[in-house]
């Protein structure tokens, strides 16, 4: 330990291991947490399970980066990730907690289960507990297969999983913090852990669009579970103009399902410049998917845009129906529609809008954040 300039001994700077499950397959809303936390911890290491250094690289550049054993797989597995669960445990406990004071898990899924140090203190940042193992089962495993001695194998594998996913989460040395109500009941359900509430951060335009236009927008990773095509079938049955911003594995048959119309555009992913103009111009954001928070739709409010939203998951604690968006609580084509019409009939106050919004910005979730990891400083 260093001596400071009276001879006095110097406390030592606490090192800290910041975790997350994939950084190879999506850019999300848990990535845009994660960098906020490498904001806010600058000189924090890293580790993670798969590492895409072109898609992440900018992100973590100077970084230093550890991957677990499943970085030497197969590309073709790296990107499948629910083809890798045989072998997540251990490439879990293979990631090296030694020489680090507080090891902070922003996880999804697995990374939660990091194994720890005597003398350490995990803090978890849960978007979610895994859902495949609990409020997913087994819908997630009907998506996949149908083949019998496959399912065999997946529900002896599964169950495994589940035991040390909920033994783990019982340790003393694991704190909790959920990313909404939603995800704290989860917690409390799967695992009877109870858990602070710190909402995740959300950047937000500095001015919003002056006009609206005509059509509407979703911005998501395009993703089966995300439920696009609803989006996509209402608008091409109203002959009204989608602008889908985002990319990922359900693009193909989403262009598919658009058919070469002119009213459905796909955008791919673009900077945050082009996202905010194109949200603002919207009549509305579409949402149509159950998610443990939502940042996009609070985005969306930011922007001066109502929202359109399933009344399920986070987006039930973050739209207030009627004053910032409108709700429909059956995942069909025609209860989207139905509430598109509502959407169209109402005069939204941008001013309402962005106020809701400013609930959730970074300076918020850093200084709430900044107290947990505070307390648990050694």
Same mark, same amino acid.
């Given at each position: 330990?260093?001596?400071?300039?009276?001879?006095?001994?110097?406390?030592?700077?606490?090192?800290?291991?910041?975790?997350?499950?994939?950084?190879?397959?999506?850019?999300?809303?848990?990535?845009?947490?994660?960098?906020?936390?490498?904001?806010?911890?600058?000189?924090?290491?890293?580790?993670?399970?798969?590492?895409?250094?072109?898609?992440?690289?900018?992100?973590?550049?100077?970084?230093?980066?550890?991957? $677990?054993?499943?970085?030497?797989?197969?590309?073709?597995?790296?990107?499948?990730?629910?083809?890798?669960?045989?072998?997540?445990?251990?490439?879990?406990?293979?990631?090296?907690?030694?020489?680090?004071?507080?090891?902070?898990?922003?996880?999804?899924?697995?990374?939660?289960?990091?194994?720890?140090?005597?003398?350490?203190?995990?803090?978890?940042?849960?978007?979610?507990?895994?859902?495949?193992?609990?409020?997913?089962?087994?819908?997630?495993?009907?998506?996949?297969?149908?083949?019998?001695?496959?399912?065999?194998?997946?529900?002896?594998?599964?169950?495994?999983?589940?035991?040390?996913?909920?033994?783990?989460?019982?340790?003393?040395?694991?704190?909790?913090?959920?990313?909404?109500?939603?995800?704290?009941?989860?917690?409390?359900?799967?695992?009877?852990?109870?858990?602070?509430?710190?909402?995740?951060?959300?950047?937000?335009?500095?001015?919003?669009?002056?006009?609206?236009?005509?059509?509407?927008?979703?911005?998501?990773?395009?993703?089966?579970?995300?439920?696009?095509?609803?989006?996509?079938?209402?608008?091409?049955?109203?002959?009204?103009?989608?602008?889908?911003?985002?990319?990922?594995?359900?693009?193909?048959?989403?262009?598919?399902?658009?058919?070469?119309?002119?009213?459905?555009?796909?955008?791919?992913?673009?900077?945050?410049?082009?996202?905010?103009?194109?949200?603002?111009?919207?009549?509305?954001?579409?949402?149509? $998917?159950?998610?443990?928070?939502?940042?996009?739709?609070?985005? $969306?409010?930011?922007?001066?845009?109502?929202?359109?939203?399933?009344?399920?998951?986070?987006?039930?604690?973050?739209?207030?129906?009627?004053?910032?968006?409108?709700?429909?609580?059956?995942? $069909?084509?025609?209860?989207?529609?139905?509430?598109?019409?509502?959407?169209?009939?109402?005069?939204?106050?941008?001013?309402?809008?962005?106020?809701?919004?400013?609930?959730?910005?970074?300076?918020?979730?850093?200084?709430?954040?900044?107290?947990?990891?505070?307390?648990?400083?050694?």
């Amino acid at each position: 330990m260093a001596l400071d300039a009276k001879g006095g001994m110097m406390a030592r700077k606490q090192r800290m291991l910041i975790v997350h499950d994939w950084l190879n397959v999506k850019d999300g809303g848990a990535e845009l947490v994660l960098y906020e936390l490498l904001d806010m911890y600058p000189d924090a290491d890293v580790a993670t399970l798969i590492y895409n250094k072109r898609m992440f690289g900018s992100r973590l550049k100077g970084r230093k980066v550890q991957t $677990s054993i499943l970085q030497r797989f197969p590309s073709y597995l790296k990107r499948r990730p629910h083809m890798l669960l045989p072998w997540v445990r251990r490439a879990v406990e293979s990631l090296d907690t030694r020489g680090y004071d507080i090891v902070l898990a922003a996880s999804s899924a697995w990374v939660k289960n990091i194994s720890l140090q005597p003398s350490q203190h995990c803090i978890i940042y849960c978007h979610s507990p895994a859902r495949m193992l609990w409020d997913s089962w087994p819908q997630a495993m009907n998506r996949r297969t149908h083949n019998s001695l496959v399912r065999l194998f997946i529900t002896n594998l599964a169950s495994k999983l589940r035991l040390w996913d909920y033994y783990e989460s019982q340790s003393d040395q694991r704190e909790f913090i959920a990313n909404s109500q939603t995800v704290a009941e989860r917690i409390k359900k799967f695992y009877h852990r109870t858990s602070k509430v710190i909402v995740p951060p959300v950047e937000l335009p500095p001015t919003i669009a002056a006009d609206k236009q005509g059509y509407w927008v979703v911005v998501s990773v395009l993703s089966a579970y995300k439920q696009i095509d609803l989006a996509i079938q209402a608008c091409l049955q109203r002959k009204e103009r989608l602008i889908i911003v985002g990319d990922g594995p359900d693009r193909a048959r989403l262009t598919e399902l658009a058919d070469g119309s002119d009213l459905i555009e796909f955008r791919g992913r673009v900077d945050e410049t082009e996202k905010w103009r194109l949200i603002s111009a919207a009549r509305g954001f579409l949402f149509c $998917s159950v998610e443990d928070f939502g940042i996009a739709p609070v985005e $969306s409010m930011g922007c001066g845009t109502p929202v359109v939203a399933l009344r399920a998951g986070g987006v039930a604690e973050t739209v207030v129906d009627g004053e910032t968006g409108v709700f429909y609580s059956q995942p $069909s084509v025609e209860a989207l529609r139905a509430a598109m019409t509502e959407c169209t009939k109402r005069t939204w106050n941008t001013d309402i809008l962005r106020k809701r919004a400013d609930k959730y910005r970074p300076a918020i979730f850093r200084k709430r954040l900044q107290v947990v990891v505070g307390g648990n400083k050694a």
